[in-house]
């Protein structure tokens, strides 16, 4: 199995998951379906926590997919919500120019930047974050084609993802927290699962969803309910819209109690790439990186109704 094949594997029991939560997605693929266009998924995002002690953040779920290949492409940052994320590109693929893997878009809370009573309620779970992927697994990673054995570390990856990180989190955290910044709660009680998946519009190749305005307004009649605004003006180097965020029972603790409460979760993105030119060469290429204005009001929806 080529490292390849087994992102493949990864991604399709991730997307199970996503799927599974977020009835929006099964929308999209009828109205693609009916329309007889293809379905390609731009890119993934996962959200998480910067912590020392243990150490969390980008790392925690970047790492896995750089031993698999993945590669760093680009930096982003934003301020007013204390946020950074990095953009990794996928490994290559044969035959040249068939692209089936998606770009990977990672962020993170910068908690360093809240105030002190903020990071107290964050550390009722993040002070009891798991223990980090080994060294040995990231090494079976790295050499997956060589291996005999790939159902455990692929399990062990489903798990990372899948399976919150610390244990169910107070409900008084999470409230509190959500007061001073909304991704933070979505993180404590998601975990690593994943935020979005994206269809992107660029590969639907009809021309009844050519475009991301065809597009939405097929979901919209469909009865998806969407984003009211596109992010990106007709022509530019990126177009975004969303639908809204599911709001599904997440796992919590009350008075030392299990419990559940309703928080919402995932959206399903849709994204319109554009050229941009090579200034040395003069050469057109399709745009593939993303736009810091556009993914922080993307960030917004899962903003709690």
């Not at 698999?68 to 035959?95: N, S, V, W």
């Not at 089936?100 to 910068?110: A, G, I, M």
């Not at 009722?124 to 455990?152: F, M, T, V, Y």
């Not at 519009?201 to 307004?217: D, M, P, Q, R, Y």
Request: include cysteine.
């Amino acid at each position: 199995m080529t490292n390849v094949e087994f992102l493949q594997h990864l991604f399709n029991q991730l997307w199970g998951a996503y799927r599974t939560r977020v009835a929006y997605v099964r929308d999209y693929e009828q109205v693609v379906a009916s329309a007889g266009a293809e379905f390609l998924n731009d890119h993934i995002a996962f959200r998480s926590v910067a912590w020392q002690q243990p150490s969390a953040g980008i790392s925690s779920i970047s790492r896995p997919f750089e031993a698999l290949g993945y590669r760093p492409a680009a930096c982003y940052h934003f301020p007013d919500k204390h946020l950074q994320a990095i953009h990794l590109e996928p490994p290559a693929e044969e035959p040249p120019g068939h692209r089936s893997l998606p770009k990977l878009f990672v962020s993170e809370l910068q908690a360093w930047k809240l105030d002190e009573a903020a990071r107290h309620h964050l550390a009722h779970s993040l002070n009891h974050h798991r223990p980090p992927l080994s060294i040995d697994l990231l090494d079976q990673l790295a050499h997956i084609d060589s291996i005999d054995h790939r159902k455990e570390p692929l399990e062990t990856l489903v798990a990372w993802f899948l399976e919150r990180p610390w244990p169910a989190p107070e409900k008084s955290d999470v409230e509190s927290i959500a007061e001073i910044s909304q991704y933070a709660a979505w993180v404590l009680v998601h975990g690593y699962a994943v935020n979005h998946f994206t269809g992107l519009v660029n590969a639907h190749g009809v021309e009844s969803l050519a475009t991301i305005e065809k597009t939405v307004a097929g979901l919209q009649a469909a009865g998806v309910p969407m984003k009211p605004e596109i992010e990106g003006v007709v022509g530019s180097r990126l177009r975004q819209t969303a639908t809204e965020a599911v709001v599904v029972d997440v796992e919590i603790t009350e008075a030392g109690q299990s419990a559940s409460m309703p928080w919402t979760y995932a959206y399903f993105e849709l994204a319109e790439r554009g050229e941009v030119i090579d200034l040395a060469t003069g050469e057109a290429s399709r745009f593939e990186g993303f736009l810091g204005p556009q993914a922080t009001q993307l960030f917004d929806m899962t903003r709690r109704p």
